[in-house]
């Protein structure tokens, strides 16, 4: 007597959660199949059509692997390399550091900045508006008072450059570290000295100099020197100290005309 055809093909069930609960063969199980709706295969070992859609959907419901968004990536990496390029130096950090400091991957990394070169130059930018906007900030406390408002920036630069961890300017870091003036970081390092020069000379032409210059070229030069300072002496010590009195002295010279240009 010739057996079912049905009674020959072996069939797999699959639970919600995609996994084979049995693999069966007999009529009594493809009965079963058939009573609940489920088409069997007529491919051997192949599991029923409405059980391989449940298996994936299963897999497609498995939570995948999290995605940082992008805007929140770039940041990530951006205050990374603020804190390693400032405090250790651009050239000494590379981008594995970076990476593992912002907890993204380097895929992340260069999907944000085609470069370690443009990550410098979106670090310098931060930079620069930080920097600026702290000579602003020390302008504001005195408004109405350019002779004032210049001496504040040295006050202001005095206590910063005193406490413990200090690094001094970026920029100056940075053009250490760059001797290339071609280089894209020097033309940032020039772009931000030149933010500070047009500072100086507002403040020096509302103070009611008809030739700033000499004033503006002292000025610039003793911001550098504090700066060097910093590093050199060290955080706090005598000659940043000093610093708002050489300025005040420095002002008043400017002020009576006794600085002349070169």
Avoid at 65 to 75: E, F, G, S, Y
Wanted: net charge neutral; with cysteine; charged share 20%.
């Amino acid at each position: 007597m010739a057996k079912s055809s049905t009674s020959s093909v072996p069939v797999e069930t699959v639970s919600p959660t995609g996994g084979a609960d049995a693999v069966n063969a007999g009529a009594d199980v493809a009965a079963t199949a058939a009573t609940a709706g489920e088409s069997v295969s007529a491919t051997p070992n192949a599991a029923p059509i409405t059980a391989r859609r449940r298996s994936a959907a299963s897999r497609a419901a498995k939570p995948g692997r999290h995605v940082t968004p992008a805007p929140i990536a770039q940041q990530h990496l951006l205050d990374a390399a603020v804190e390693l390029f400032h405090t250790e130096g651009v050239r000494a950090v590379g981008v594995d550091a970076v990476v593992k400091r912002a907890g993204v991957n380097k895929m992340s990394l260069y999907r944000q900045f085609a470069s370690k070169d443009d990550l410098i130059l979106a670090y310098l930018d931060h930079m620069q508006t930080a920097s600026l906007a702290r000579i602003d900030e020390s302008i504001a406390k005195r408004p109405g008072e350019p002779r004032a408002q210049m001496l504040q920036i040295f006050v202001d630069l005095a206590q910063r450059a005193s406490r413990p961890g200090y690094r001094g300017c970026p920029f100056v870091n940075v053009a250490a570290e760059f001797p290339d003036p071609d280089h894209a970081a020097r033309h940032s390092v020039v772009n931000y000295k030149a933010e500070v020069v047009k500072r100086f000379t507002a403040l020096v032409t509302a103070a009611g100099l008809d030739e700033p210059a000499p004033l503006v070229d002292a000025l610039s030069l003793i911001l550098e020197g504090a700066y060097a300072a910093s590093q050199t002496f060290g955080p706090g010590s005598a000659p940043l100290r000093i610093l708002p009195t050489v300025a005040r002295q420095i002002i008043d010279a400017g002020m009576a005309g006794a600085l002349t240009a070169a």
